[in-house]
């Protein structure tokens, strides 16, 4: 059964700070998709970045970078230079391909607070 | 767009009573589901569908019933509350298609209590 795995679950860190947020998955599965959410204290769930399994290139969106490496089956997420706004729960999800059926695992969420 | 609708927002209900939470999407996506998020736990997809007519569990489906008569609507039925589904609820839909799976976006979310 697939799984994911953010061992952090707490991570406290002072504006301007870079941090990481790691994701760590588990799949029988060559072929397969990789998310990241953001869920700010207002509560609502917002997609940040979708990842095929056949694709392991980083991406970096302004201050937001992924380095997906299948060897070490991660896929973790790193903020530049954070801001308060950031502060909030990201959680890393893993869809397998099963049939015509996809189902999504999140994982348990780590939250993140940044302070001024 | 709307986008993803969910009613109410928030409900209270006692134990042994039944409800139907709505979701519904004007995006014309084939592919809808339902999570609870519970504090500590993550979301947790509890039903999903691939199309109308089309529905399958998912890792937490026991006291919940779903149906898609529409590609628009996914209502979700508690058929007996219990204190134990006290959660928030989350619909979401994607476009999906043979071979892929593309990100889901997500209602606003239904507070629900069971007393």
């Known amino acids: 059964a697939q799984k994911v795995t953010q061992a952090q679950t707490e991570i406290s860190v002072v504006e301007k700070e870079d941090v990481t947020l790691d994701c760590v998955y588990e799949t029988r599965d060559t072929t397969y998709y990789l998310f990241w959410y953001k869920q700010p204290p207002s509560g609502e769930l917002v997609f940040l970045i979708r990842r095929n399994s056949f694709d392991e290139q980083n991406e970096i969106s302004g201050r937001y970078s992924w380095n997906f490496q299948k060897s070490t089956s991660s896929f973790n997420f790193t903020i530049t230079a954070s801001q308060v706004v950031d502060s909030a729960v990201y959680f890393c999800a893993l869809s397998e391909a099963t049939g015509s059926n996809y189902k999504l695992t999140f994982g348990k969420g780590t939250l993140l607070t940044v302070n001024p | 767009n709307a986008g993803v609708t969910q009613t109410p927002k928030f409900q209270v209900l006692k134990t042994g009573q039944s409800m139907t939470l709505q979701c519904a999407q004007d995006?014309?996506?084939?592919?809808m589901s339902w999570y609870r998020q519970d504090p500590g736990m993550g979301l947790r997809l509890i039903h999903y569908s691939v199309g109308a007519g089309i529905t399958d569990q998912g890792e937490v489906p026991n006291g919940y019933n779903v149906s898609r008569s529409t590609t628009e609507d996914f209502p979700l039925r508690l058929l007996s509350a219990a204190p134990s589904q006290t959660s928030v609820y989350f619909c979401?839909?994607?476009?999906?298609?043979?071979?892929?799976?593309?990100?889901?976006?997500f209602g606003p979310g239904t507070r629900l209590t069971v007393t």
């Open positions: 979401a839909s994607s476009y999906s298609a043979a071979g892929g799976f593309y990100e889901q976006y």
């Open positions: 995006m014309n996506h084939e592919y």
